[in-house]
């Protein structure tokens, strides 16, 4: 699988990783100018998003969510589904509604 010399790597491209975002708030006139003007907001925001995407497309396994669950589980998450459908309803959002039924 390629040992400690591929642990290694995977640890050197976390860190620059890092570095580079560590940078790029450095650039927007650091962490609280960033906090300012949302771009921190935004980054997190925008995981989220593409976390829950990839759990929703089967992308990211998350065992008892999307895979391996017990029928008790798939129950819990249908009445959390007809819930957030309701509270869209409520809105008045048709168009959410109508995302959410057909996701």
């Not at 491209?13 to 975002?21: C, K, L, P, S």
């Not at 708030?25 to 829950?52: K, P, S, V, W």
């Amino acid at each position: 699988m390629g040992g400690a010399y591929a642990i290694e790597e995977l640890t050197n491209e976390i860190e620059q990783r890092a570095v580079d975002y560590l940078d790029k708030i450095d650039a927007l006139g650091g962490t609280l100018r960033a906090i300012e003007t949302g771009y921190i907001q935004r980054e997190i925001q925008n995981a989220a998003y593409e976390y829950q995407r990839a759990v929703e497309t089967n992308d990211q396994i998350v065992v008892g969510v999307n895979r391996f669950q017990t029928e008790e589980n798939a129950k819990s998450r249908r009445c959390a589904s007809i819930l957030r459908l309701s509270k869209r309803k409520s809105r008045g959002s048709a168009r959410s509604v109508n995302s959410a039924i057909h996701r």
